[in-house]
């Protein structure tokens, strides 16, 4: 079975950073890219980037770059994201989704990330 | 950046009722390769996105077939046939074809 098991959620300081972690089982992480989106009640659903990791390439939607930094751990199947100089705008739920063929077709539990000082 | 226009924002809809969703696209769709990379999204209440539907027409394993795409470079349908209590949720056509991949704003089918 499929699963993507994200880390919890998080409440952090405007100006500081979070690092979230996406937790694959169920089939071979490297076969697979990695997704992230954004789930904000002004903005609805918006995708970060994605990350392959077999090859370590990443690519990102220009709205977040400099803002989100992609990795994956090969050796735990494990995909993480982080998000730098949180602002209230970052408040939001963020998911990653396996990626297959241009569609996303399973789908972490998501975090929310609330910046409040 | 495409732009994704879903109509209705809200549906209601009693069980049993067949219902459509329309998304409009602010360019084309069909990639280079030959695929249109449209695709069906369906949120339940306190849940995580789920596929339903994947490059216009084609149903995720699992997905009732009451479910139907439809549609072609920039105008696309997602059909309900005969609703049941569980399609109750928020509704989003993505797109992938083009990056940045981006998604409408949703609609939200509720009970009549």
């Known amino acids: 079975e499929v699963k993507l098991q994200q880390s919890g959620d998080e409440l952090v300081r405007p100006g500081a950073s979070v690092k979230m972690s996406c937790k694959a089982s169920g089939y071979t992480f490297t076969d697979y890219a990695m997704h992230w989106v954004k789930q904000s009640p002004g903005q609805g659903l918006e995708w970060i980037g994605t990350i392959i990791p077999l090859i370590d390439t990443t690519s990102y939607n220009q709205k977040f770059k400099g803002k989100a930094t992609l990795t994956a751990d090969k050796s735990s199947n494990t995909a993480y994201m982080e998000l730098s100089r949180l602002t209230s705008e970052d408040s939001a739920v963020y998911y990653c989704a396996r990626g297959y063929n241009n569609y996303f077709d399973y789908w972490g539990q998501g975090v929310m990330v609330t910046v409040s000082s | 950046d495409v732009v994704l226009t879903q109509t209705p924002p809200t549906l209601s809809a009693t069980i049993g009722q067949s219902v459509s969703i329309s998304c409009r696209s602010s360019?084309?769709?069909?990639?280079?390769?030959?695929?249109?990379?449209l695709n069906w999204l369906l949120q339940r209440p306190g849940q995580s996105p789920q596929l339903l539907i994947y490059s216009v027409s084609n149903l995720e394993s699992g997905v009732p077939n009451r479910f139907s795409g439809s549609g072609s470079e920039t105008d696309f349908t997602l059909k309900i046939s005969g609703v049941e209590a569980e399609d109750l949720g928020v509704y989003y056509c993505?797109?992938?074809?083009?990056?940045?991949?981006?998604f409408g704003a949703g609609t939200k089918l509720e009970l009549k």
């Open positions: 993505m797109q992938a074809t083009h990056a940045p991949y981006t």
């Open positions: 360019q084309s769709l069909l990639d280079s390769d030959g695929d249109t990379y």
